[in-house]
């Protein structure tokens, strides 16, 4: 452990850098994501998940219950399995049929809410939702995936391993809903709850517990359709085995409007990355590091993409981790090895390859960066300040805001896009500007063009009035109020804003998804265009039977990340 006086001395790097979009979109998953943070949390704590009820037909379709026992309380993950044509089954969040429904539930489930989780839950946002529910969801199978393990398992043979390098999962969620959302518990209501204090918590349970689902369904099936020979999946495929996600633009608003939580999250990973960078490199550590590296290559390597640009990233990143590997075997484990590896990297690296070294870099250094993941949880408030003077607030917009004033809006380019929210799913959509209809519903999502606005209005106001202070300009202002307030709150933080033109034609909104899902604990990233992705969630981690055995050994139980594929004959 690093003494105090190292601590208060960190050198973490600053916000043009680590802001900048491009570079939030080239994030990996890290030991601070909230799925491998809530793996260790439920081994610690001695979580215990059984399956309560299993009323399925032959071919998989029925009621499903796992009841979760933490030291804290008790929760259920309810799953409803339903029959689906393919010409039904669909990723968009306008789909309205799915293969289950399933539902996080606080505390017991008496028959009266399982008939009620019945009639609504299948409906998803056009059900009446329980209150007792923290978290809603839906999932289809990949009909390839799941189809030749049952083929597989009921012969009494083992899957092809293949199956899963393209996607790592049998079922993918298309939304997983929480935070009071459709009448579901409010956010505000569970932020007291010591089982789901982190981020997401509730809903990375509820996707880990479906993961299961998926293997005990498909292993019923194949029992039913060959009594005779079928045979259960084995540990290391279970293992292998993830749940799959598809996202789109629904995700962007949250990074913009959240910012005092981003910046805690990117301020924790910044932190972590120092401290991971100030430890004195020994042997050990250096070939840990080389390890992971190599690793990560054969992850890479075993990933199947279809992605063009993103099999090319990946392509360039393996190339990089070669080099980065055999400079590390060459160096000796002196004290500034850290240092001059990530120096390096910034000066000659692509920064996907920057950015996965960084994850690696924390990944080795568990005993300082673990405690960090306590303080990923902030308040999102934003407070006004009446009587700030307005000169001070025209100076923290021109050093803090600096890159929102650089953006030159009078460029066609810069002022390309328009966001609003579509109507059938209240989901935030891309429009052209000028040219798509609905630019009169633009919702204010790009909050460098608001920040201008205000910059102007505060330039004018203070040639007449130079002593004035905030409450004065926004009472003839009224309608700035909340990007003041946002102005306000941001002056203490280094990394709520996210540092683009959210306008510009040359927008990739693809990074501001990988941003969030890098911190969700994401893998697999492969881009369906620019505006949608699939990832994969808890590939490689342990299975419910390993936790509920309570590992002796933690720090072997959380070694899942960059999982690879198990050896088959």
């Not at 680590?18 to 994030?27: H, T, W």
């Not at 979580?47 to 008790?74: A, C, K, M, V």
Request: hydrophobic share 40%; with cysteine.
């Amino acid at each position: 452990m690093l003494d105090s006086a190292t601590l208060n001395t960190l050198a973490i790097r600053p916000p043009g850098v680590v802001m900048d979009l491009e570079r939030l979109g080239s994030l990996t998953a890290s030991r601070l994501s909230f799925s491998r943070s809530l793996l260790r949390q439920m081994a610690r704590q001695r979580w215990q998940i059984q399956r309560e009820r299993f009323e399925l037909d032959e071919d998989g379709f029925g009621q499903t219950i796992y009841r979760l026992q933490t030291p804290n309380g008790r929760y259920h993950v309810v799953i409803f399995s339903h029959p689906l044509s393919d010409d039904q089954r669909s990723d968009r969040v306008t789909a309205e049929a799915w293969d289950l429904t399933f539902g996080l539930v606080e505390g017991d489930v008496e028959e009266a809410l399982m008939c009620s989780l019945a009639e609504n839950l299948p409906l998803q946002e056009a059900g009446r939702q329980n209150p007792q529910l923290l978290v809603i969801s839906r999932a289809n199978k990949s009909t390839r995936n799941f189809d030749a393990f049952v083929t597989a398992l009921s012969r009494g043979q083992q899957p092809s391993i293949d199956d899963l390098k393209s996607a790592g999962y049998l079922y993918r969620t298309t939304a997983v809903y929480g935070n009071g959302k459709f009448g579901i518990k409010d956010y505000s209501r569970l932020s007291d709850n010591p089982d789901f204090r982190q981020p997401f918590a509730a809903q990375m349970i509820a996707v880990y517990v479906l993961r299961q689902f998926s293997i005990d369904q498909l292993e019923h099936i194949a029992a039913r359709r060959a009594p005779g020979t079928a045979v259960p999946l084995s540990d290391a495929i279970q293992r292998y085995v993830g749940i799959g996600n598809s996202t789109g633009l629904g995700m962007a608003p949250f990074l913009i409007n959240h910012p005092l939580l981003i910046n805690q999250w990117i301020y924790c990973r910044e932190q972590a990355l120092a401290l991971a960078k100030a430890n004195l490199p020994d042997e050990a550590a250096r070939d840990r590091l080389v390890a992971l590296c190599e690793r990560a290559q054969q992850y890479y390597l075993e990933s199947q993409i279809e992605d063009k640009d993103q099999v090319e990233r990946n392509s360039t990143l393996l190339e990089e981790l070669a080099h980065v590997t055999a400079w590390l075997q060459q160096m000796p484990a002196e004290s500034t090895l850290w240092y001059q590896l990530t120096e390096w990297g910034e000066a000659a690296l692509s920064l996907e390859t920057q950015e996965l070294l960084n994850s690696l870099l924390i990944e080795i250094y568990p005993e300082s960066v673990d405690p960090l993941e306590d303080e990923m949880s902030v308040e999102e408030v934003q407070d006004l300040i009446p009587d700030m003077p307005l000169i001070q607030l025209k100076q923290i917009i021109e050093t803090q805001f600096d890159w929102a004033l650089s953006q030159d809006l009078t460029d066609p380019d810069e002022r390309y896009w328009f966001w609003y929210r579509s109507i059938e799913k209240e989901e935030p959509r891309l429009g052209v500007r000028g040219v798509d209809q609905g630019e009169e519903k633009e919702i204010a999502l790009a909050i460098g063009p608001r920040v201008q606005q205000v910059y102007r209005l505060l330039e004018s106001y203070l040639e007449a009035n130079p002593t004035g202070v905030a409450v004065d300009f926004l009472l003839e202002h009224s309608r700035v109020v909340d990007v003041v307030r946002r102005i306000q709150s941001m002056s203490n933080t280094a990394y709520g804003e996210i540092r683009g033109n959210l306008w510009h034609r040359e927008l990739r909104p693809m990074h501001l998804l990988r941003t969030k899902l890098s911190f969700l604990g994401a893998g697999r990233f492969d881009p369906r265009g620019d505006r949608w992705v699939r990832v994969t969630f808890f590939q490689g981690a342990p299975s419910i039977a390993e936790l509920n055995a309570e590992p002796a050994d933690l720090s072997g139980f959380d070694d899942w990340s960059f999982a690879l594929a198990p050896h088959q004959t």
